[in-house]
């Protein structure tokens, strides 16, 4: 898949998928960077249903069913992604049945994540989304190293804006864990080193089995 479609550059804040579009049915696989799910609400408010990463698809619900977009897919930072078009997304998958069996189980553990995920990080308040989020990324995203988990290409106004807060907010949250030794913040990256300390933070005893498997993948685990 990674040979198919077209490579794209796209900038922060650009949205690549729009919610009710009726004419597009192109996938996007993301190749670096994150993205945010979004939906408006009745009340005009934005709502986040998921955030994607690296190795992740956007859009195939569209192409896989001729469906209007249900959700609007915006990037958070800049993003390398390919773009693919319906016709040759569904060819690949004709011609290679293993890899649609795996995309139509991605499908649906999306769709039963969605709700756990706007439950965990809609209805709290900012501080604990905020952790909650930080926790989420580096379980899902980050990179085991010999200080910690590092989560990289991750703003503060990008993690203001995945968890429907002001900058200013997230920025007092982080200075304060910073001065408790709990993150370290590096060039745009936050390094989590006291990941219990952070679950005391969100209230949680243990990262939910919905986050992951911690540590993540990486060079060192947390006990090297």
């Known amino acids: 898949m990674l040979s198919a479609?077209?490579?794209?550059?796209?900038?922060?804040?650009?949205?690549?998928?729009?919610?009710?579009?009726?004419?597009?049915?192109h996938v996007f696989l993301i190749i670096q960077g994150y993205v945010k799910v979004v939906s408006?609400?009745?009340?005009?408010?934005?709502?986040?249903?998921?955030?994607?990463?690296?190795?992740?698809?956007?859009?195939?619900?569209a192409a896989?069913?001729?469906?209007?977009?249900?959700?609007?897919?915006v990037t958070v930072g800049a993003c390398f992604v390919r773009?693919?078009?319906?016709?040759?997304?569904?060819?690949?998958?004709?011609r290679h049945p293993g890899a649609a069996l795996a995309v139509n189980a991605t499908v649906a553990g999306k769709l039963r994540h969605a709700t756990w995920q706007r439950i965990e990080f809609g209805t709290s308040p900012v501080p604990v989304r905020a952790v909650r989020m930080?926790?989420?990324?580096?379980?899902?995203?980050?990179?085991?190293?010999?200080?910690?988990?590092?989560?990289?290409?991750?703003?503060q106004q990008e993690l203001a804006a995945m968890i429907g807060s002001r900058e200013?907010?997230?920025?007092?949250?982080?200075?304060?864990?910073?001065?408790?030794?709990?993150?370290e913040t590096r060039y745009g990256r936050i390094l989590i080193r006291d990941r219990q300390a952070?679950?005391?933070?969100?209230?949680?005893?243990?990262?939910?089995s919905e986050y992951g498997v911690w540590?993540?993948?990486?060079p060192h685990s947390e006990e090297d």
């Open 134 to 155: 930080l926790l989420y990324l580096a379980t899902r995203y980050g990179e085991a190293t010999r200080e910690g988990v590092l989560i990289g290409s991750l703003t």
């Open 5 to 25: 479609g077209d490579p794209l550059q796209v900038a922060s804040g650009e949205t690549i998928v729009m919610e009710g579009d009726r004419r597009t049915r």
């Open 168 to 183: 200013n907010s997230v920025h007092k949250i982080l200075r304060e864990l910073k001065a408790r030794k709990v993150i």
């Open 40 to 61: 408006n609400s009745a009340d005009g408010k934005v709502a986040l249903l998921a955030i994607r990463a690296g190795g992740d698809l956007v859009g195939e619900l």
């Open 83 to 94: 773009r693919i078009g319906q016709r040759d997304f569904l060819d690949f998958l004709a």
């Open 215 to 218: 540590p993540p993948p990486g």
């Open 198 to 208: 952070l679950c005391d933070a969100a209230g949680i005893s243990e990262i939910p």
């Open 64 to 73: 896989l069913d001729g469906s209007p977009r249900v959700a609007s897919v």
